[in-house]
């Protein structure tokens, strides 16, 4: 039981650090990556789909992305979703492709975008402890049902413990990367 409750909480709170990832990775820095536009939704006959499912997603360079439709009429739809997302980017349309340069990052602009991700850090650590409560209290369960004795909960408290801090680490290692690669100009 408690190498089961063990288990799922690790990877409970190893899915925790991916939705951060996930997060930190749309969060625009000055050089471009095809995984900013992932979360941008094209209307596609009457129903919204990720943009990478009615087109092609390239890097043309370190600052420019390039779209191509697979449907030429889908252009005009794409360019207009890129343009409406909350992402700040303005594609040009180049007939057969879409251009859309990374904008260079102001400082103040970096500093905002430093917020932000301290703020997505936050509320992975929140999720964190979070199960480790969760985990800590269906121990205590266990103990008043005496389906485990107290010094059993008291190494599984301190199992998950060292595993929340472990998890606390690596979310604060991906927050100071994150942070670093915001404010290289």
């Given at each position: 039981m408690i190498a089961e409750l063990k288990k799922t909480t690790e990877q409970k709170m190893h899915k925790s650090i991916e939705v951060l990832k996930a997060d930190l990775a749309k969060v625009r820095t000055g050089r471009a990556h095809t995984g900013l536009l992932d979360h941008v939704m094209v209307e596609y006959y009457g129903s919204p789909v990720p943009i990478n499912q009615v087109a092609n997603v390239t890097l043309v360079d370190a600052r420019t992305i390039g779209v191509q439709a697979w449907e030429k009429p889908m252009l005009a739809k794409i360019e207009k979703a890129i343009r409406e997302s909350d992402l700040g980017l303005n594609p040009a349309n180049m007939g057969e492709?879409?251009?859309?340069?990374?904008?260079?990052?102001?400082?103040?602009?970096?500093?905002?975008?430093?917020?932000?991700?301290?703020?997505?850090?936050?509320?992975?650590?929140?999720?964190?402890?979070?199960?480790?409560?969760?985990?800590?209290q269906q121990l205590k369960d266990a103990v008043k049902?005496?389906?485990?004795?107290?010094?059993?909960?008291?190494?599984?408290?301190d199992d998950i413990q060292k595993l929340t801090d472990k998890n606390i680490a690596e979310i604060d290692k991906l927050l100071a990367q994150k942070e670093q690669e915001l404010m290289q100009i």
């Open positions: 492709i879409l251009r859309v340069p990374m904008p260079a990052l102001t400082e103040e602009r970096r500093r905002d975008l430093t917020k932000v991700v301290r703020h997505e850090g936050e509320t992975a650590k929140v999720a964190v402890r979070n199960l480790r409560r969760d985990a800590n049902d005496k389906t485990i004795s107290e010094d059993d909960e008291r190494r599984a408290q």
